[in-house]
């Protein structure tokens, strides 16, 4: 499996293939999880947006991490990680 994410405007987009065959598109709020329902075939896929664009991942439980570790609040003093 592997999973493309992206997020914009309070939405999450995630893209999927399983075993090399798309499994489809899934559109969810930022504060929701994904979950295997969630994906259509045949659904179109955000625009390409580099800023939206989060990365890949290889399961629906690593996607739902990555949308949570961006919600952790920045205590006062605390850096700003750089890439």
Same mark, same amino acid.
């Given at each position: 499996m592997g999973? %493309?994410?992206w997020k914009k405007d309070g939405l999450c987009w995630a893209m999927g293939t399983h075993e090399y065959r798309p499994m489809g598109v899934a559109v969810i709020s930022a504060t929701d999880y994904f979950r295997a329902r969630d994906f259509r075939p045949g659904?179109? $896929?955000?625009?390409?947006?580099?800023? $939206?664009f989060l990365g890949?991942? %290889?399961?629906?439980?690593h996607l739902n991490e990555?949308? #949570? $570790?961006?919600?952790?609040? #920045? #205590? $006062?003093g605390q850096a700003m990680d750089l890439l």
């Open positions: 999973f %493309a994410l659904g179109e $896929a955000p625009s390409r947006d580099r800023s $939206a890949f991942y %290889a399961s629906i439980p990555r949308i #949570r $570790a961006g919600k952790k609040p #920045r #205590r $006062a």
